[in-house]
């Protein structure tokens, strides 16, 4: 039986670090960091793909010639943080807990540069698109992933004790 008082404790927490997040004596350090690293790791990244990118200067980032401004809602963060707090106060063995916190921030580091690669490559053949794209497609599928990581991880260990 799924046990649902982790998880309701990982809602919490991640709904508490969001919020200290946005507070203003923090929100732009915060922000300045997750832009920083998804900007640097997507131009990597896209680099190692022989995907033609640059950053003409912080924050922005060309890709297919497309020029993106990578904004803190771009980094993903959000879903860093609950993921986190899921894997860790997963009612399962530690190292159960830490091989599913390290699966899921690999799938959402891929994700995420993907995203932008991806995003780029839709503003540059077809930017009505791109809005639509973004905002409801790429959410939709970084929650259904992390739902399906959970759920995978969860019964894989399910039975064992600490």
Not at 74 to 86: G, M, S, W
Not at 88 to 111: C, E, H, N, Y
Request: with cysteine; hydrophobic share 55%.
């Amino acid at each position: 039986m799924v046990q649902f008082k982790p998880l309701m404790i990982a809602v919490l927490l991640w709904i508490v670090t969001l919020f200290v997040l946005h507070l203003p004596a923090i929100k732009n350090e915060a922000a300045l960091f997750f832009i920083k690293f998804t900007l640097h790791s997507t131009l990597v990244f896209g680099k190692m793909l022989s995907i033609p990118m640059e950053s003409p200067g912080f924050p922005y980032i060309t890709v297919f010639g497309y020029p993106m401004k990578i904004v803190m809602e771009c980094t993903a963060y959000n879903f860093y943080i609950f993921i986190i707090y899921l894997s860790l106060l997963s009612p399962i063995k530690w190292k159960q807990r830490i091989i599913t916190l390290i699966l899921f921030i690999g799938v959402l580091f891929i994700f995420n540069n993907l995203r932008t690669i991806i995003m780029g490559f839709v503003g540059k053949h077809s930017p009505q698109l791109l809005y639509y794209i973004h905002d409801f497609i790429w959410d939709f599928m970084f929650g259904f992933i992390v739902f399906l990581i959970w759920v995978w991880r969860y019964h894989v260990t399910l039975g064992e004790k600490d």
